[in-house]
Nanobody, 121 residues
Framework: VQLQASGGGLVQAGGSLRLSCSASGRTFSSYHMGWFRQAPGKEREFVAAISWSGSSTVYADSVKGRFTISRDNSKNALYLQMNSLKPEDTAVYYC???????????????WGQGTQVTVSS
């Protein structure tokens, strides 16, 4: 599966953004999906994950209550609604697909190219 993330941009602290990840192929609905981010000089970190059916989600503590992950299998699309953004949320955000596992420790087999999110104070 090929993934392409979009929707990043520049936003003021307290604002909102919605990231999208479009997937090619007819097997999107069989993959667990996740969002990760990498800030300059830092390691990539887990943000959120959603099971193949959308029935289960998990979040990093740093975004819990502010971000919402969702998917629309009929559109081969993954989303990340980000509210109450903080300057520390500034990073390149990546979507990823995992075939056999779910959550932050899963092995993700496919990655999108990333979209930049910048939050100004």
């Amino acid at each position: 599966v090929q993934l392409q993330a979009s929707g990043g941009g520049l936003v003021q602290a307290g604002g909102s953004l919605r990231l999208s990840c479009s997937a090619s192929g007819r097997t999107f609905s069989s993959y667990h999906m996740g969002w990760f981010r990498q800030a300059p000089g830092k390691e990539r970190e887990f943000v959120a994950a959603i099971s193949w059916s959308g029935s289960s989600t998990v979040y990093a503590d740093s975004v819990k209550g502010r971000f919402t992950i969702s998917r629309d299998n009929s559109k081969n699309a993954l989303y990340l609604q980000m509210n109450s953004l903080k300057p520390e949320d500034t990073a390149v955000y990546y979507c990823a697909a995992a075939q056999s596992e779910y959550g932050p420790k899963a092995r993700y087999d496919y990655w999108g190219q990333g979209t930049q999110v910048t939050v100004s104070s």
